[in-house]
């Protein structure tokens, strides 16, 4: 037996004894009830592998320092995968978040969007109804208008009739008065000039008798 090595294996070995509850702790507890990339488990998992590692280095135990090696590797791989996962669960939730905020925004725009169509279509609606309206009243304001405008052609039509034939029955007076008023007068004046006549020959007769009288008179 090699005596030089006596001492690094008693070190071996009551390294081996020291490192036994860490040991049952790792198998019965950590390896069972805590997941491969659980923190407790990796900052356990670390600490022991660097304990191992420099453990071998000290003690010159290759497998030692391997197996402390790859505990610590595999710690700072899963650490590093369960940073990354990390990283990518916040941005996902960032990006989920952004897609929230974003879908909420669309919908604010699409349902503004809609009211402005709807307002806009109320509006085009209240106008052509408006328009529609102004159309009808210019539409009556004409009518009324050309019903005035016929009723006064028709009014003073019905004027310059009733004048002409109040002219044209003015002149038939006239006529007619200048037709009837000579004959009048003739009648008149034959009238007086009989009234005469009867006059004179009353007055002849009168005189013929007084002048019969006054023969018979003087024959007597």
């Known amino acids: 037996m090699n005596m030089t090595t006596l001492p690094k294996k008693a070190a071996s070995l009551e390294y081996s004894l020291l490192r036994l509850p860490a040991t049952l702790i790792e198998t019965q507890l950590v390896v069972r009830f805590l997941a491969d990339d659980s923190a ?32 610590r590797r595999r710690t700072e791989v899963l650490a590093e995968a369960a940073e990354l996962e990390e990283q990518a669960a916040q941005r996902k939730a960032e990006a989920d978040a952004d897609l929230e905020r974003e879908s909420k925004r669309i919908a604010a725009e699409r349902t503004k969007a809609e009211k402005t169509r709807r307002d806009g279509v109320k509006q085009a609606a209240a106008a052509e109804q408006e328009a529609k309206r102004k159309v009808a009243d210019a539409a009556k304001a004409k009518e009324a208008a050309e019903k005035r405008r016929i009723a006064d052609e028709a009014r003073a039509r019905v004027e310059a009739a ?44 009168t005189l013929a008798g007084l002048a019969e009288a006054e023969k018979d008179s003087r024959t007597s």
């Open 40 to 71: 407790l488990r990796l900052s356990f998992e670390r600490a022991l592998g660097s304990v191992d590692e420099k453990a071998g280095r000290l003690l010159g135990d290759q497998a030692l320092t391997v197996r402390g090696t790859a505990l």
């Open 162 to 205: 009733t004048a002409k034939a109040a002219a044209a029955e003015a002149r038939i007076n006239t006529m007619e008065q200048a037709a009837t008023a000579a004959p009048k007068e003739q009648l008149s004046q034959a009238v007086q000039e009989k009234a005469n006549a009867d006059e004179q020959r009353a007055t002849a007769e």
